[in-house]
């Protein structure tokens, strides 16, 4: 379960910064500059346990509708209603994110005594050797 949460939170951050990316030309550079250094400062810190990660997609899903991002997402789906050649979004990286942001809400539905269980994260700012042996232990066998 660690290594599902941990391949959803890194997949998450990685497509939430492809959208920016490719998104720059509309987002305002402020918008793009606040968007970008709250996900690495706080977000990242933030999303280090299941319910963490889900609130990440939610203020994430706030920052796209806040960018012109037309979209309802729950656990069925996505409802997306974006005009994409009005407002001149990136459909391909909007898409992917959102889809992302829906896998997120299913963690809702984890038992309590998991939900705000800390997954370790193998970072470089926070490398710890007892998870990397550990992991290698894993693909070894």
Sequence with gaps: MEDFLRLLRERLFEAFYDWLEKNKHVISENNYTFMFNEAKKKGEDVASTPIGILGTAMWMLNMMGSCGVMAG????????????????????????????ICASMCLQYLPPEMINQHIPVI??????????????KKQSR
């Design 123 to 136: 970072s470089p700012k926070k490398f710890s050797l007892k998870l990397y042996v550990e992991k290698w």
């Design 73 to 100: 997402v729950g656990v069925n789906g996505v409802s997306d209603q974006t005009d994409y050649k009005e407002t001149g979004l990136d459909e391909k990286s909007t898409r992917r994110l959102l889809l992302l």
